[in-house]
């Protein structure tokens, strides 16, 4: 596979997909943010009260007990004393920005506040059951956002009388230190209401990409593909180790095995739950995500996922989970093959490549290059590469179409069955990123 890394248009395009990003398409003016409320003191939520507090803005976090809320806030001056003795703030800053954060265990507290932001467990009940209680506290012109990385936000909205004011803001861990933020309006969002994100994200350091609303939005809907995948693969004969070292000599952080050990297996085994209905009869299969949260292995928090870890959590391979690995084959029937680099990297690669084309197709965003710049700030991709679709324009997007219907004739329609878009372009020579003929 032959690609053109280094030119100065992949190396310049970043830059260009960033600046297009203030470029929205309505002309909306930003309503006031003065002060801002989180719900949920976990990981996320304190991170993203975090951003606020970084920001000057005023911030109240909101958790259901006094525990709960104890443990949010000791991470949060845990947090800010680790920037204090790695020098990036000095004493008097962590005050000030603690000053701005106000913990609280009562919905009334946020009655004055512009924006609220849900950063809960992924459950429509409990997310309904929060926003049903918004709608009646906070006043009228409120923003009431909701971190989901992958609910539908009109589904999210129906729970309140003002759905033009119902946004996704989507985070990505941890909030306080990643620069992405995926802002999701929903099919009645109103333009200033998405304005007043984008603008909120600029305020925070963000850079902010404004999608609509579909399962799992841009990144997750895409990583979903590579997902999937992965665990074919595994299935098929590749080990874990070889997946993750494939993508990462292609220039990714990290591959999808180590990095589903560093956010817990049992977090990915809960959204694999919340899908099972939808999933198809291979991927329900494919069950060894299961196995591994049923033999107790759930990542690094556990010592031992996909790998093992000591201490300092250095990873090894691990014979357990390749034990787990070789019985889950041998109950699926399936007899293990030798496969390649290539095909691992064009398998990983393409089905999120073709996924985006589907993106582009539903008007999910506005340009290809919004695509690149989710998967650039998000997920590691490497900058030099220019993001998915710029790699794939380098590519060749006859040579991906080629790629696809080989998959395709392999595997089946329902995973490799070629987007419209990509077989137009491909038919007309242009990449992506060309302007119409």
Not at 24 to 50: C, D, L, Q, Y
Not at 274 to 294: G, I, K, N, W
Request: glycine share 8%.
């Amino acid at each position: 596979m032959s690609t053109t890394t280094s030119t100065p248009v992949v190396n310049h395009h970043p830059f260009v997909a960033e600046r297009q990003l203030h470029k929205p398409p309505f002309a909306a003016k930003a309503r006031s943010v003065n002060r801002a409320a989180v719900i949920g003191a976990g990981t996320m939520g304190g991170g993203i009260a975090m951003c606020f507090a970084n920001a000057g803005i005023p911030v109240v976090l909101l958790e259901k007990d006094a525990e709960r809320l104890s443990q949010g806030m000791a991470r949060i001056k845990e947090n800010y004393a680790n920037s204090a003795r790695r020098g990036r703030l000095s004493a008097d800053e962590v005050a000030q920005r603690l000053a701005r954060i106000q913990g609280s265990t009562r919905f009334e507290d946020l009655a004055d506040v512009d924006l609220v932001i849900e950063a809960v467990f992924e459950e429509i009940g409990l997310k309904h059951e929060i926003f049903k209680t918004l709608d009646r506290v906070c006043k009228p012109g409120a923003i009431l956002a909701s971190n989901t990385s992958f609910l539908d936000i009109d589904a999210i909205a129906s729970a309140t009388q003002r759905p033009q004011d119902v946004v996704g803001m989507h985070f990505f861990s941890p909030a306080n230190v990643m620069q992405l933020l995926e802002n999701v309006r929903g099919s009645v969002t109103s333009d200033d209401v998405c304005a007043t994100v984008m603008d909120v994200g600029r305020r925070l350091g963000k850079v902010a990409v404004l999608v609509r609303s579909c399962d799992g939005f841009v990144g997750n809907r895409m990583l979903a593909k590579r997902t999937r995948e992965s665990y074919f693969l595994l299935q098929e004969g590749a080990s874990f180790f070889q997946i993750d070292r494939v993508l990462r000599d292609f220039g990714l952080p990290m591959g999808p095995f180590a990095m589903a050990d560093l956010a817990g297996l049992d977090v990915g085994w809960r959204n694999r739950q919340s899908r099972l209905q939808r999933l198809t009869p291979r991927e329900r299969e494919c069950d060894m995500l299961d196995r591994m949260v049923a033999a107790g292995r759930l990542g690094q928090k556990t010592q031992g996922g996909f790998y093992d870890y000591d201490s300092d959590r250095k990873a090894t391979p691990s014979p357990a989970a390749e034990a787990l690995v070789a019985a889950h084959r041998a109950a699926s029937g399936r007899q293990a093959r030798q496969i390649s680099d290539d095909e691992i990297l064009e398998r990983c690669l393409y089905s999120m490549i073709n996924e985006a084309a589907y993106i582009l197709e539903e008007n999910i965003v506005e340009r290809a290059s919004d695509i690149d710049v989710v998967w650039l700030k998000g997920y590691g991709f490497p900058a030099y590469r220019g993001g998915p679709l710029c790699y794939a324009d380098q590519i060749g997007l006859p040579a991906i179409l080629a790629g696809l219907r080989k998959y395709e004739a392999v595997h089946g329609s329902q995973y490799w069955k070629p987007a419209n878009l990509i077989v137009k372009l491909a038919q007309e020579g242009r990449g992506f990123h060309d302007d119409p003929a």
